[in-house]
């Protein structure tokens, strides 16, 4: 927490509450940004990876001498010339960084290739001869279940587990495995430093805890590796993990040359982690009224081959199993489970965007049940402020205006009754308009915000006054969110300086950031900014006895004391580390103050339906989100247009196809993703609430807009065509007649 400034700043252009343009953004638009697939240097080798065809197999032999012949190929590395630890993982190290025995998912990695060009070191890497014994896949997340092989067990039980209800809703549901799909592929750049040390540049969401798995890995000390960020296109989960960048280092530091990888699409696909396919089964009680008298869920999770953030991801579903909806019996049992299937980790949601769907298709089953319109149900039930948490129990602490999301929403105007300009199916004509039904579905989503079960969850900034003005120095990681422009607009009101500028530095320079993940950058970072800027400008206030810092300097009754060009000269800085609010480790039943904030939204969609064909289009999904303190409105519109996208796309059409473990469709030919041309109508409330924990009570806006847009649209197809859709991506032989 930070203490306020002793004279508060004066309003500062491009401060908090601005829409301010991104930094970023003209050269994203230009072309002249400089991502990770841009990096080069003279005299750099190509790197390429050599995989399993195979889901589950024994590696019977490696021969590399038909890669070595080949004229400018510099290395070729197997498991055996890994130099330290063989193993690796973002929260337990079980992943071989080659594997030297056992395959145990399609696309693992075996061995690696450096080259003077990119075509040479592909065609050495398929020439790498490798034999192996095929052995039969697990593929089933149940069947892992009954063997035990499981990441995590999840048992939440609160309240009076014989309490019931006479109104009862029971329910199966699936969802399919997600892609995160980000434009720009896997990438990076190590350089040797010529003293056994190596700079490594490449795509990532938590730079210090790369540099601590690529350390181990290489066998050295902390200081020999510095891991810096880069530009990144997109990222959404997929960058949480390690994936080529102990290969850059260890082929960069065998051949003492620059190394540049980047992965195609279809490697992409199998090189990053997925969003977690789900079976949910759900039992809801309530009373006549509608008040929820009990609920029961038991969730599945494939994590994949290797645990990833698997259980983290379940715990997130167990712990969200129930909504935003007040309940004092429940009882959730999950289980994240180890399969040859592709490894499963972090993605916008992280486990609530599962049970979002399946808790609130119960609870429409509910309304229909009672009778009762579904607003109403979830008003009823809606949790708020100072409220129990219905699975953890924790008292809700901090805002959360679930009640205010639901009637601002259902207030929204709704789109004319009349046709669209683009029938489902496109523009091929594939129905007439009198065929076509309309849908409305609603649904309303929670989750965490920064990280959870006693994580010990921090951020270091620092503030210099430099040039004409201030830097803020950071190693959060820009994915595209505009976390850049954020942390600037901060400093600016804190300090009451406009001309600042944000610079992303090394593991050598400052300490961790935390990863850009779970919402959690605005709030966290941005405490950190917001705590070294406050600082730094009452230390200079103080040694200057001045009451106001401005563009000019110090001021004192409105005179400059202190040019800002003085102030430049003489190295003022300010090193802070913020940490949210503490958090505790569940008990045996789940219970304990688990999650230091929440957030909340709302969906509401409209679809039209070809019946006949089985074909759907949104037409518009509109939102209220609870963003706390919206710092810059306009990029806080963009993540929940974004954010609703993948929703959309999660509801329709995004499924990666995974038959005995092997990924069908690793490529954008085949696996759909929603264009400019499927993209829905969006309006969107920000609803606004003093009292979280972030800077100037910002909450952090990131995932919330994927959590309860799938569920929406699901609902929305099921009102119009009144099949009980109980699996997403939904698929015309669910809804055709």
Known sequence: MTAPSRVRPARVAGGVGDSTLRPDGIPKLEGSFEYAQDLWQEGALWGATTRSPHAHARIVAVDVSPALSIGGVHAVLTADDVPGSPTFGLEHSDQPVLASDVINYWGEPVALVAAEDRDTARRAAAAV???????????????????????????????????????????????????????????????????????????????????????????????????????????????????????????????????????DRSESFTGHVHRHPARMWYRHEANRDGTLARVEARILLDGGAYASTTPAVLANASYFAVGPYKCDSVAVDGVGTRTNNPPCGAMRGFGAVQVCFAYETQMDRLADALSMDPIELRRKNALTTGDHFATTGQIIETPLPTVEVLESLAAMPLPADSESDLLPGGSGLTTEARHVMRG????????????????????????????????????????????????????????????????????????????????????????????????????????????????????????????????????????????????????????GKLHADFAVAGHRAVVDVDPELGLVRVIRVDTAQDVGKALNPEAVLGQIEGGIMQGVGL?????????EGIIRNPNFTDYLLPTILDAPDVEALLIEEDGSWGPFGAKGVGEPPTIS????????????????IERVPVRPQDIAL
């Open 129 to 263: 001869k490798v034999r192996y014994e095929i052995l039969e896949p697990l593929t089933d997340p149940g069947e892992a279940d009954t063997r035990d092989e499981a990441f995590r067990r999840i048992r939440i039980r609160r309240g009076d587990q014989e309490a019931s209800g006479p109104v009862v809703v029971e329910g199966y549901y699936e969802t399919a495995m997600q892609d995160q799909a980000p434009l720009g592929t896997e990438a990076g750049l190590a350089v040797p430093d010529g003293q056994g040390g190596v700079d490594l540049f490449a795509t990532s969401q938590f730079l210090h805890v790369d540099h601590e798995q690529v350390v181990a890995s290489l066998g050295l000390s902390a200081d020999q590796v510095r891991a810096h960020p880069t530009g990144i296109g997109g990222a959404f989960g997929s960058r949480e993990d390690v994936n080529l960048h102990i290969h850059l280092c260890m082929l960069a530091l065998r051949t003492g040359q620059p190394v540049k990888m980047v992965y």
């Open 651 to 659: 509801a329709v059409m995004e499924e990666l196809v995974v038959e």
């Open 709 to 724: 847009s799938t569920a929406a649209v699901a609902a929305a197809i099921r009102a119009a065509t009144g099949k009980a």
């Open 440 to 591: 409305i579905g609603y649904a309303i989503g929670i989750k965490n915000l920064g990280f959870s079960e006693g994580f010990d969850d921090y951020s270091q900034a620092r503030v210099r006054l430099a040039g004409s003005g201030a830097v803020v120095e950071t190693a959060a990681i820009e994915v595209g969110q505009g976390l850049v422009t954020v942390l600037a607009q901060i400093a600016r009101t804190a300090l009451g300086i406009s001309d600042v500028t944000v610079e992303h530095v090394d593991t050598s320079r400052i300490d961790s950031a935390g990863s850009t993940s779970a919402s959690r950058q605005t709030q966290v970072s941005g405490g950190a900014v917001l705590k070294a800027a406050t600082t730094l400008r009452d230390r200079i206030l103080h040694h200057h006895d001045g009451d106001d810092l401005t563009d000019q300097g110090v001021l004192r009754n409105g005179d400059v004391i202190v040019t800002m060009g003085e102030l430049v000269a003489d190295d003022w800085q300010e090193t802070a580390t913020f940490r949210h609010p503490p958090t505790t480790a569940p008990d045996e039943y789940g219970q």
